[in-house]
């Protein structure tokens, strides 16, 4: 098995194996069509994640000079088929060629050799035929199975059969919504949210309510007062890197609104798709302080792939039929090719490998945010995903947005995530994980060349 030799740690880890792959195939050490170990192989060899050789690979076939083929394995290429590395490309504000700070996701560069690989084990065993064919009663226990465990990263105590498997976090909270709630009903949620629960209410014609938040989220007694006069029938709540302002809710303040929402008969909607960012899970769900009236919401979509679509909710008992009977009205089921390579990377730990790597890149590039914003109001966590700039006054969000649009960087006005426009915004969310690091860089520095304008209408 080829093994890379290298030393020093002037470089990321990846980097390095990959310029030893590239090296061995200069030399000759690896000949044209040499089958590479596989992830797990090298990376048990060398002592790193999966991640880490995936990454590497995806950089060595960026190089030209490897490549992939689903359920065979990785290969080296012939000479006369290997393309010249590219030279880096940065944008450099050309209007058809944005750098895009818009869409909050994962870093890909190290996902596709074990996406990959896992089609092509999963094309060769015996859980085959049983993807190709429909699930019953809510998806397949194995799978219920693998998201308990998923959950059980937040939540100990979470049974199996209180799982339901969902096509993705939106489509859990279609399911959740229409389930719990009936229309014209009152749904509480932050003052500046998810665009995506805006977006619910109305198509589900449900009311929709935003309440203060500060920098710690959800304001109790906010929260309070709102239940006091207006009679809600549900709460959507995100209290950990609360998108799109980065809040993270502390304990006492996720047993009061439990609490509350306890003396009010508010169901709780507990949206934790960025839950698995806390490396040390110091935080319990608020789901955890009014588990009898909550339904807890994660997916895979944001810690590992925007296109592996499957979805947890995690429900009392006695909401499980509505909840399931709604999935199967929706979409009748979610994927179960899908749903089993979920599991596969549940059950295996690579789930839990590709999040510490996801974990240590957003660490890298929330420090880059702060070195070229840090002089202006920033809210930042050390492994968050996006940060949430408030705008110094003469801006507002919509021109800034726009702006910075024109300037070849695309951001996310403030606006966007108010759940009622009768209130105003002065802040726009960055998303940091989508181009590459010298394009991040790139990025927000003309972005703190825009801030930095004496006069916005000069840009124009």
């Given at each position: ?88 490309q940065i944008n450099t504000g050309n209007h058809s060629a944005q750098i895009d700070l818009s869409i909050i996701k994962p870093n890909d560069a190290n996902v596709g050799m074990w996406l990959r690989d896992s089609i092509g084990e999963l094309a060769q065993s015996a859980d085959l035929n049983r993807v190709l064919d429909y699930a ?144 040390h899970n110091v935080h319990k769900p608020i789901s955890a302080y009014a588990p009898e009236r909550s339904v807890y919401l994660t997916s895979l979509s944001k810690s590992i792939l925007p296109a592996l679509r499957i979805g947890y909710l995690y429900a009392p008992p006695e909401t499980l039929s509505r909840l399931s009977s709604m ?134």
């Amino acid at each position: 098995m080829w093994v890379p030799q290298y030393s020093g740690h002037a470089q990321p880890v990846y980097l390095m194996i990959a310029d030893a792959l590239e090296q061995d195939i200069r030399s000759g050490r690896l000949s044209p069509e040499d089958r590479l170990p596989t992830l797990k192989e090298l990376a048990e060899a060398l002592k790193v994640t999966p991640g880490t050789v995936g990454r590497a690979y995806d950089e060595a076939a960026k190089r030209g000079l490897v490549v992939g083929e689903v359920g065979r394995g990785t290969f080296v290429l012939p000479a006369k088929t290997r393309t010249a590395p590219a030279a880096a490309q940065i944008n450099t504000g050309n209007h058809s060629a944005q750098i895009d700070l818009s869409i909050i996701k994962p870093n890909d560069a190290n996902v596709g050799m074990w996406l990959r690989d896992s089609i092509g084990e999963l094309a060769q065993s015996a859980d085959l035929n049983r993807v190709l064919d429909y699930a019953t009663d809510g998806g397949h226990a194995v799978h219920k199975q693998a998201g308990a465990r998923w959950v059980q990263r937040s939540l100990p105590e979470a049974r199996w059969q209180q799982i339901v498997l969902t096509s993705g976090a939106q489509h859990g909270l279609l399911v959740a919504i229409n389930s719990l709630s009936n229309t014209h009903d009152l749904i509480l949620c932050e003052e500046h949210c998810y665009p995506g629960i805006i977006s619910l209410a109305h198509s589900l014609d449900r009311r929709l309510m935003g309440v203060q938040i500060d920098e710690y989220g959800l304001v109790p007694e906010a929260f309070r007062a709102a239940c006091q006069e207006h009679r809600p029938a549900l709460l959507v709540c995100v209290t950990t890197h609360q998108n799109p302002t980065n809040s993270i809710m502390p304990p006492e303040r996720r047993e009061a609104i439990a609490q509350i929402a306890r003396e009010y008969d508010v169901f709780i909607i507990d949206d934790d798709i960025y839950g698995f960012l806390e490396t040390h899970n110091v935080h319990k769900p608020i789901s955890a302080y009014a588990p009898e009236r909550s339904v807890y919401l994660t997916s895979l979509s944001k810690s590992i792939l925007p296109a592996l679509r499957i979805g947890y909710l995690y429900a009392p008992p006695e909401t499980l039929s509505r909840l399931s009977s709604m999935v199967r009205s929706s979409v009748w089921m979610p994927s179960p090719m899908m749903a089993q390579l979920a599991s596969n990377l549940i059950n295996s730990g690579t789930g839990e490998q590709l999040i510490k790597v996801q974990q240590q890149e957003a660490a890298v590039r929330q420090q880059m945010a702060r070195e070229i914003l840090g002089s202006y109001q920033i809210s930042s966590q050390p492994n968050s995903f996006h940060i949430w700039l408030v705008l110094p006054q003469p801006w507002n969000c919509d021109e800034f947005a726009n702006l910075a649009r024109a300037q070849g960087v695309t951001v996310v006005s403030g606006s966007q995530f108010l759940a009622q426009r009768t209130t105003a915004s002065r802040g726009v969310r960055i998303a940091l994980m989508s181009p590459s690091r010298a394009e991040l860089s790139f990025a927000l520095t003309k972005l703190a060349s825009l801030l930095a304008s004496p006069e916005p209408r000069l840009f124009y």
